[in-house]
């Protein structure tokens, strides 16, 4: 298992590489992608929260996975320019799933992050935080109840489509995207 | 119990973590624009890819802002004595204050009782949106503004605090409130309208009773509007509030105007909330640099 | 349908108002004057003590029953010009030296772990005094007479007992062990004491014993009617 960090020096916030690493890795093993070289690039330059997955092709083979995350990401809100570990958790859990989604099949005909709607990245960020909870990892579900009915609406509907997407497991792209869809139609 | 009471002693319970806005200004990192990488506009609207997360942060502040209005409030209940209040005047001068000068009209007094009702009910109601919002009380730090409301001369507080604070409220509440009506946020709109209306109250309320406690002494009604401009600078927050579409939250012109501002006010303070962006930009740029030289010194 | 030209009694019935009361103008005038200065006291303390309590539910409680003792206040300040008190000032007086005392002895409390003196100063001692004098002065003075002061206490009535309820549910959910009963009761009795000797809200003679169980202002049997 090859897990890289950069920088390994900050300079902006205090945060600590090894710790970075040290939660990846064991996020790694939990997710069964020991096979995949992981590389971690903080962009300490910002407080915003944003995080990217990326993966690579190494000689046509879908092998490196590379995510990209904005300093806020890791950040203890509480303490500014300061780690938090369960946020450290919650950021890299999600960007692993996702990729390990499309790496395992059944998210082929996602589309790439980029092209994502406000709407289908809400159901698959709720898909991938609702399996963090079952890992052990703590999150505040009402937070993500808020964010998924900002985007599928405030109604029954999408608290039903919220739960049922929460509570899943090996859906497929096809799945979510139906569920998320739905949801928004109502 | 002692007047004036200093910043640094809101008493909190343990889940708050309180900092000055002079460790929030040592951040070297910043969300403003860099060579056009960074989004031209972070007006906090729905369709910002981290919009929950925004609203959810924003109103976490709105939370500790009134408290901090409370203790605000409350403290002005409490520090000046009304005018003809004998048993008070002799126990200040049993301490050693006979100025006097910090007599206020007991209807003052009455209107500042009455934002203390206020502010503890947007207390509440910040703390259940907060909840509905997925927020936990005291999951960001808080930042302290309260010195605005420690003046020790009624005039100045009411500039800073009714003007200056709650007018930022105003602004603050607009922004949230339009952003719930876009969301489609059932509770959203309809409790940040109720604060606004509040809020519109209090502004007036300081604007009025700065020109009566003022009246005879322009002087110090320009002392008054000179601090006020120096606090609404600050509650600019380097340029978290402006005009500009880079500020999450813009300037709420027409409630501003309701709630007593003249348009020449309105565009004094659009003015020094720009200066304040500005000045944050340029003292971005110089910490990164000052940051980026220990890093190669390393 | 009924004549509308038929006399009828100026009093119906059901209506037993009597003209007699304990007060005349000068009593109710000067009893409000102190009402209005503890009313004022009540609701400075409780105004600062906001930054001082770090306990959430208590700061917002604190904020809430600030206005409502400054709404007393005014209520009093209103009445004292419609009792021949043209200057509202010269009446906002305490009753004695000793209600001077325990205002300052009350709200001594500042620190941060002090809430439960705090509390107990204003929901063990002086809220408890306020209903008592009130209760008085309401069943004891004309009640045709005085009738807006009747009104006004009726009003404060109903806020004093539903703070005083809101204190005391505070103040039994912050009492947790022995050493904090122990500290409760000492401040009560210490400001109890003070408050013995200023003889309530209007000083001797507010709930109509004075010290000595002599009636002081005792109701004034009989019918002027």
Redo the contacts between chains.
Sequence with gaps: MTITVTPQTFSYVSFDADLIGRVAQSLVGALGLEDHPVSIEVDETTPLARSSVALSDDMGVVDNISIRVESGAFEDTRRPRQQSENATATTLGRVLLRARDRLLGGFGEAPPDDELSLAQMAAWETYCVGRLVRLGIEVNQQRWRYNFRNRHGFSDAADAAFDRIWAGDGLTWGELDEISRAASAT | MRKFFPVEELARDGRFNQITMKDRMADPRTVLGKDGVRPSSNRLVPSRPDASTAARVLMHGIFVGEIQALEGAGRTCHDFRTAGDQARRAQDAAAGDDSGADAVPFALKLDMARQAWDEARHVEISVKLSDWMGGEIGEIAENTVLQAACSTDPVLRLAGVNRALEGLAIDVFTTMKEFGDLAGDPFLEFCEDWMLADEVTHVKMGSDWLRKVTENDPERRKKALEFQGIVDKLFSYGGTRSDSEESPIGLARRFRELAGFTDSEVEDIAEVSLAALNERKDAVARLQAEAASQFAGR | MADPYKPRAPFAPWDRRELPGSFDVEDSARRVGNYK?AE?KL??????????????DV??????H??????H??LW?KRLPELREMN???L???ANDAM?RFV?AM????A?DQTIEKLVGVYRVFIPRFIAAYTFHKNNTSQITDAPTIRSINFILQDEFDDWRDGEMILQSLIETPDDVERAARHQARLEAIMVEAGGIAGPGSIGMTSTGASANGPQNGSAA
């Design positions: 200065w004022m609701f400075e303390a409780l105004g600062g003590w906001v930054a001082t309590v770090p306990e959430l700061k917002m409680r604190l904020g809430t600030c206005y409502k003792h400054a709404w206040a005014d300040h509202p000032d010269r906002t007086q305490p001077v300052e709200t001594e409390p500042e941060p």
